[in-house]
Nanobody
Framework: VQLQASGGGSVQPGGSLRLSCAVS????????IAWFRQAPGKEREWVSI????????LYRESVRGRFTVSKDNSKNTVYLQMNTLKPEDTAVYYC?????????????????WGQGTLVTVSS
């Protein structure tokens, strides 16, 4: 199973980016897919999760209302639309896949990881 994250870049505060996570070797419909991020000097934290059990979506409180996770089964890709970006959103963003069906929020629950894509929010 391979995950390829893309779409990062540099934007000004208030801007938007859409991250993509292309999955191969597994179906996004049968795996729980999560987005995590890691800022310099900080631990990796979960951002948003889409569970395979029922398609339910979970958002970290700090991004709720600004970020939207979605998936396209036909493209086997999961997206993270990020709006109204803030400097504190600056981090390397990773997508991860779990064979579990629930929206787990800890890194140890995820079996496969993408390589990360850098998001920088700065004026």
């Amino acid at each position: 199973v391979q995950l390829q994250a893309s779409g990062g870049g540099s934007v000004q505060p208030g801007g938007s980016l859409r991250l993509s996570c292309a999955v191969s070797g597994a179906s996004v419909d049968s795996h729980t897919i999560a987005w995590f991020r890691q800022a310099p000097g900080k631990e990796r934290e979960w951002v948003s999760i889409i569970a395979s059990s029922d398609g339910s979506k979970l958002y970290r409180e700090s991004v709720r209302g600004r970020f939207t996770v979605s998936k396209d089964n036909s493209k086997n890709t999961v997206y993270l639309q990020m709006n109204t970006l803030k400097p504190e959103d600056t981090a390397v963003y990773y997508c991860a896949a779990s064979q579990g069906m629930v929206a787990a929020t800890t890194t140890g629950e995820y079996d496969y990881w993408g390589q990360g894509t850098l998001v920088t929010v700065s004026s």
